[in-house]
């Protein structure tokens, strides 16, 4: 019993980490009656968010419909202020300067997500997905939030992640740290 649980949850994980909403016949047991369950995105945004009216032209063709800029003519690709890189989408923290590095490719380069602890992203505000558009087998990295395509991730890195962060610029907004303002009294 225990192992078809397991079974149908590592199923039901596959199948929801795909697509941000899918329907799904499940039969009842002992009923010739069948429900239907609709699996919703884990996103809190939706397919009612207009953003095409929200993003610049640029910046919708990246996120939303998985482009890439041009090499070398992104805004942050030899940006050092320190601070942290947001999505362009929805805001939230994926990249910290502290892990920016020059990695030559014509893209901001991090090795590792903001939130990322001894290797376990799962408190960070991105996700991996397996994705074979650049012509051979690479990792997709997408907003954990709002499912922007901001990039991707290589394993030719410098230590110690061994990971290459390759991100759009325009798939980035960045919000430079506070902490040089003088203290008021």
């Given at each position: ?107 901001p380069s991090f090795?590792?997500a903001h939130g ?10 991105i996700i991996r ?57």
């Amino acid at each position: 019993q225990t192992t078809k649980m397991s079974r149908f949850a590592t199923r039901l994980f596959a199948l929801v980490s795909q697509a941000p909403v899918r329907n799904f016949a499940l039969p009842r047991k002992n009923s010739g009656l069948v429900r239907l369950l609709t699996i919703h995105s884990l996103t809190r945004y939706n397919e009612t968010t207009d953003w095409q009216k929200k993003l610049s032209p640029e910046e919708y063709v990246v996120t939303r419909e998985k482009g890439t800029e041009e090499p070398f003519s992104g805004l942050y690709l030899n940006h050092n202020e320190v601070g942290m890189y947001h999505c362009v989408c929805c805001e939230a923290p994926l990249f910290s300067s502290e892990a920016k590095y020059d990695s030559g490719t014509g893209w901001p380069s991090f090795k590792e997500a903001h939130g990322t602890w001894e290797g376990d992203e799962s408190l960070t505000s991105i996700i991996r997905r397996p994705d074979n558009s650049l012509g051979s087998a690479g990792t997709e990295v997408l907003c954990k939030n709002c499912d922007a395509h901001l990039g991707h991730v290589f394993e030719d890195g410098p230590d110690p992640t061994g990971h290459r962060f390759c991100i759009n610029s325009v798939a980035l907004k960045f919000k430079p740290r506070d902490n040089n303002k003088p203290k008021e009294d």
